[in-house]
């Protein structure tokens, strides 16, 4: 008769590595506040008012870039009410100023009724196409104009959003 041995291979753990811990991504860029809102005054009220009192513009935010970002200030949403013959057209200049400064040109924002103003062909940084903002910590100004023509009254609700498109390294 033949033996068999009989040879069995043990498989076990000799030890256990824990991985413990979070991982926090901040977002390449951050704004406090994070909404401005601006009474269509402080763009053309010394317009229509004719009124010539120096404004002194005040920061109305102040981002904080953390990495190399495309920025891009987009219309999301415009609403106008209008009442009479009354036509306003007018544009926004924003500034970025920190480490490096920024001016984002976007004009004829303000177009009532729609189709009023006509806009040259070339293409406006931070409005039309993304503009390249370095890192650090900036102050946001705004400042407008507007025309008027005619008489009647306009209500103007119009949302501006900051996109931002950044690596995520």
């Known amino acids: 008769m033949a033996i068999a041995a009989v040879v069995a291979a043990v498989t076990y753990f000799a030890g256990v590595i824990k991985i413990v811990g979070s991982v926090i991504v901040e977002k390449p860029a951050v704004m406090e506040p994070g909404e401005i809102r601006l009474d269509i005054d402080y763009i053309c009220g010394p317009t229509i008012l004719n009124i010539s009192t120096p404004s002194i513009l005040q920061p109305l935010a102040k981002p904080h870039v953390r990495r190399p970002v495309d920025i891009q200030f987009v219309v999301q949403q415009s609403n106008v009410r209008r009442e009479g013959e009354i036509v306003v057209t007018g544009g926004l200049t924003i500034q970025l100023v920190g480490p490096r400064q920024y001016e984002i040109q976007m004009p004829w924002v303000i177009d009532v009724p729609r189709g009023s ?53």
């Open 117 to 169: 103003c006509y806009r040259t062909l070339d293409m406006k940084p931070g409005f039309d196409t993304p503009l390249s903002v370095s890192p650090g910590k900036y102050h946001v100004y705004i400042r407008g104009s507007c025309n008027y023509a005619g008489w009647g009254k306009v209500e103007v609700k119009i949302t501006l959003g900051l996109k931002v498109e950044g690596d995520n390294n």
